[in-house]
């Protein structure tokens, strides 16, 4: 499994070594937003998996994007995407 860690950058850019630019893939995606402890992302994961089984196909991307962190592990927030075929 390939896998990307990253920063938003407002523009394209031109990668140097072991860094790249990647462009996030354009289509409609399932999202869910886990609000809480990151032990609980698998949770969150496992029923967007369901609700793609049932409504969908799964793509070939996804992502977690993590919110500001905080000392307070309930208010800690990573939205997840799986784009959708």
Not at 40 to 51: F, V
Request: charged residues 25%; proline residues 4%.
């Amino acid at each position: 499994m390939d896998v990307d860690f990253g920063v938003e950058v407002v523009r394209e850019f031109v990668g140097e070594e072991d860094i790249a630019c990647v462009t996030t893939p354009i289509g409609e995606a399932a999202v869910v937003v886990h609000r809480g402890p990151y032990s609980g992302i698998r949770t969150a994961h496992e029923a967007l998996h369901q609700w793609i089984a049932a409504n969908r196909r799964i793509g070939t991307y996804s992502l977690e994007i993590y919110g500001d962190w905080s000392e307070d592990p309930q208010k800690l927030e990573t939205t997840i995407e799986y784009v959708l075929k």
